[in-house]
């Protein structure tokens, strides 16, 4: 079964290994040239300078940025509109599944066999990508000035994104199953992805734990870290946003904020908090992620069988 299983599925499972291990290719390949053409001291400093700074690499660290800002986060949506929808889908709209699920192989031995393969396929594939960025990444977090923390690249770590992989997956095949057509299955999928992810990134994720909250310049003082949220604090600790803070100080007409405004604040007696998750959590919440993940992802691979069942009875 499981012979049959790659036979039906090699051209989709080496489609998406080529995006995945191309990314990774791509940065192991970038990431080893850096560190062969540069010191690891130059190698830091191109992630926190300009690119008159380090012009070689730049246009590598700025094609990064916008990859990081806009497909790697939902790279594990591809999973599930091209392997997992399809899955159960095609076999309920082409008819075919009154063959595929006979006495000699029951439906759930047909979806177990489905399920475990693609599924451990996918995960394996999520864990080299992320395990190859996290290594091409790490230089910009070890130098001795900063920008960027393992918070930035969050989406990318090595437990959450295998996992979100994983998740993606188990998505496709029950939205599939309950759509019963392809293409809807499809695109099913994928907006069932955008509805679990981005909430969960936007708002979920910055409560997994309780922030701290320090002053401006002991946050700023201090490496790594995740900043959720800044206020300002009057004398007697009411707390106000940015713009209501510059209003209460007698700043009516400004579009930015730099300095001058700072100064304003401190001599209206506003000081600046920041509500963050230190640095030292970044693991932590990577498992209650991954957690998270791989809970969604069973009750979608539960109620999948539930309803295969129902309809092979």
């Known amino acids: ?11 989709t499972l080496a489609s998406l290994a080529v995006v995945f291990l191309g990314l990774a290719g791509g940065y192991l390949l970038s990431g080893a040239a850096m560190r062969g053409s540069l010191s690891l001291e130059a190698v830091q400093k191109c992630f926190v300078g300009t690119p008159l700074t380090c012009p070689e690499w730049a246009g590598v660290i700025s094609t990064d940025r916008n990859l990081r800002q806009t497909l790697l986060p939902v790279l594990p949506a591809l999973v599930g509109v091209f392997l997992g929808a399809p899955l159960v889908s095609r076999e309920l709209e082409q008819r075919t599944f009154r063959y595929a699920w006979t006495q000699a192989i029951t439906p759930r031995h047909w979806l177990t066999s489905k399920v475990l393969l693609l599924g451990s396929a996918v995960t394996l594939l999520g864990a080299v990508f992320a395990a190859v960025y996290r290594w091409w990444f790490t230089p910009a977090t070890t ?9 930035d690249v969050f989406d990318q770590g090595v437990l959450s ?49 309780p922030t701290l909250r320090v002053d401006a310049d002991s946050y700023y003082s201090q490496s790594g870290g995740w900043a959720t949220d800044f206020v300002y604090l009057d004398r007697d600790g009411n707390e106000f946003g940015m713009w209501e803070a510059l209003s209460r100080a007698g700043v009516t007409s400004t579009t930015s904020f730099g300095s001058e405004q700072e100064e304003l604040l401190a ?7 920041v509500d963050y998750h230190p640095g030292d959590r970044f693991w932590v919440f990577q498992l209650i992620e991954a957690g998270i993940f791989v809970a ?11 309803l295969v069942r129902r309809r092979s009875v």
Do not use: K
């Open 143 to 151: 130098g001795a000035v900063t920008l960027y923390d393992w918070f």
């Open 296 to 306: 969604l992802a069973a009750g979608c691979v539960a109620l999948t069988f539930w």
């Open 1 to 11: 079964m499981f012979w049959m299983t790659w036979r039906q599925h090699r051209l």
């Open 267 to 273: 001599r209206a007696g506003f000081r600046e908090m």
């Open 161 to 209: 994104f295998p996992s979100a992989c994983l998740f993606a997956f188990a998505l496709g095949v029950l939205a599939g199953t309950l759509t019963r057509r392809v293409v809807l299955g499809m695109g099913s999928a994928l907006v069932g992805f955008l509805a679990v992810f981005l909430p969960l990134a936007i708002w979920v994720r910055p409560n997994y734990l």
